[in-house]
């Protein structure tokens, strides 16, 4: 009896030393702490592949690529990529290093325990790719007018980049304000181009990866001239200074002159042609005469040329006399008998398609530049004072004072009308008729 029960107490106490022993054994096992993850790096950067593990105990840890290369074992880096460098900041860390990352450098890396079976941990590396644009890309491009031309803006970078176009106009342009142009997309075509599309063309490509970069392509397209007068007549007085003004527009700019009645000028002591560079393709042709005769009173032309064509605009330079003032007396009684003819009257009512700013005389401005509204024409300023002649009689009778209160509104409405019209008649039968 007694011999029983220590056999079964001696059982027991082997049953508990086993499992204790077995315990042990399994708190010996090594295992991963950290879960699995995917690390994401920018090309350049440092990547720091996680491996941490419990009861390593005599066990070796390896490090192997996804072409299942053997990188490291225990603490020793086996591939002679020197970027590659174990890490272990506490006791249990088996981290990989890898610096400089290059996009080649992504895949699967494994973190293994030599156990039975083997251990492994596996991360995947991420790289992105900052944009980049290549030297396939499109250069600075000179066109003629009505080419159809392509801008190409080939990029790399992982994720795939997006590429935007912008332009704006040249440095030598008043205005650099940058448009959003075309579409998405690393072309750009223009069809049918013209010398308004000529420019700064700017290509951006971004991923979200930074920095976002951009390549500039000068767009410059050739087209015939443009020649544009400031003023189309001009009157001068003898013995004064004047200067006549011409924009030509060309690209390339090639010959532009001035000319009197057909024939070329050139500088001398009569005439002194100064070129101005304005803004993008357009100058100002200048054409000074210091000492105006009657001699240079005449059809003056601007002609401008290159290889793609010629313009040509003329004006006239006439002497002008300063317009002589007429004071009639207006009366009721002194009423001609004189009829206007019909073309007479034609030409009186020609006032209203002129500008009144052509009657300012020509005034020399301190640089000596036509401002260019110096112009003038026979006929014009007597045209416009007739119509102003009957504004300035009719105009007293509006808020005029001293009425006798007590005549009827009707008696004075009927005098106004009986005096206005004869007022007109009066003056245009006097004024205009010794004006024409």
Same mark, same amino acid.
């Given at each position: ?11 027991? /106490? =082997?049953?508990?030393?086993? $499992? ?6 399994? =708190? ?45 074992? %225990?603490?020793?880096?086996? !591939? ?21 990352? +290059? ?18 941990? &596996? #991360? ?14 499109? /250069?600075?491009?000179?066109?003629? *007018? %009505? ?12 994720? +795939?980049?997006?590429? @935007? ?5 040249? =440095?030598?342009?008043?205005?650099q304000h940058k448009e959003r142009v075309g579409i998405n997309g690393e072309t750009l075509i223009i069809h ?7 420019? #700064?063309? *700017? ?27 400031? /003023?189309? +007549? ?5 013995? +004064? ?15 532009? #002159? ?18 101005? @560079?304005?803004? $993008?393709?357009?100058?100002t042709l200048s054409l000074r005469l210091p000492n105006v005769t009657r001699e240079d009173f005449g059809q ?45 009257? /034609? ?24 401002? $260019? ?7 014009? @300023? ?10 300035? !009689? ?7 004072? %001293?009425?006798?209160?007590?005549? &009827? ?28």
């Open positions: 009896m007694e011999f029983s029960i220590i056999l079964r107490l001696t059982a027991l /106490n =082997a049953l508990c030393f086993l $499992g204790i022993l077995s315990k042990d054994i399994m =708190a010996l096992e090594p295992s991963f702490d950290v879960p699995i993850v995917n690390i994401t790096v920018v090309a350049g950067k440092t990547a720091v592949l996680p491996c941490s593990i419990d009861s390593l105990g005599d066990f070796k840890v390896v490090w192997t690529d996804q072409f299942s290369t053997l990188l490291t074992l %225990g603490e020793k880096r086996i !591939i002679d990529d020197e970027r590659m460098v174990l890490d272990r900041p506490h006791t249990k860390d088996w981290n990989l290093l890898l610096h400089d990352v +290059k996009y080649d450098d992504r895949g699967r890396y494994t973190c293994q325990i030599n156990t039975m079976p083997i251990k492994t941990k &596996t #991360i995947e590396l991420i790289v992105l790719v900052p944009p980049t644009i290549l030297d396939t890309s499109s /250069n600075d491009l000179t066109a003629k *007018e %009505g080419d159809t031309v392509t801008l190409t803006c080939n990029v790399s970078g992982v994720p +795939k980049p997006t590429v @935007q176009w912008f332009r704006k106009p040249h =440095a030598d342009s008043r205005d049918n181009i013209t010398r308004y599309c000529d420019g #700064i063309y *700017e290509c951006v490509a971004f991923n979200d990866v930074p920095p976002a970069v951009n390549r500039v392509i000068s767009v410059m397209v050739e087209f015939p001239p443009e020649v544009w007068l400031v /003023n189309q +007549k001009l009157g001068q007085y003898v013995g +004064k200074e004047t200067i006549l003004e011409c924009k030509v527009t060309a690209f390339p700019q090639a010959v532009s #002159i001035w000319k009197f009645q057909n024939q070329d000028l050139f500088n001398s002591f009569k005439h002194r042609i100064d070129v101005y @560079q304005d803004r $993008g393709h357009m100058l003056y032309s601007c002609y401008a040329s290159n290889s793609f064509g010629m313009d040509e605009e003329t004006m006239i330079l006439y002497e002008y006399f300063p317009p002589t003032t007429l004071t009639p007396a207006v009366t009721a009684t002194a009423i001609p008998r004189h009829t206007t003819t019909i073309n007479k009257r /034609n030409r009186l009512f020609k006032s209203t398609i002129y500008n009144e700013n052509e009657l300012i005389p020509y005034n020399r401005t301190l640089n000596g530049h036509n401002p $260019g509204n110096d112009s003038y024409s026979d006929g014009q @300023q007597l045209e416009i004072r007739c119509s102003g002649a009957i504004v300035r !009689i009719c105009a007293p009778y509006s808020g005029r004072q %001293g009425y006798n209160t007590g005549q &009827t509104k009707s008696y004075h409405v009927g005098l106004l009308i009986f005096s206005s019209i004869l007022s007109s008649i009066y003056l245009f039968d006097i004024s205009c008729f010794m004006m024409l």
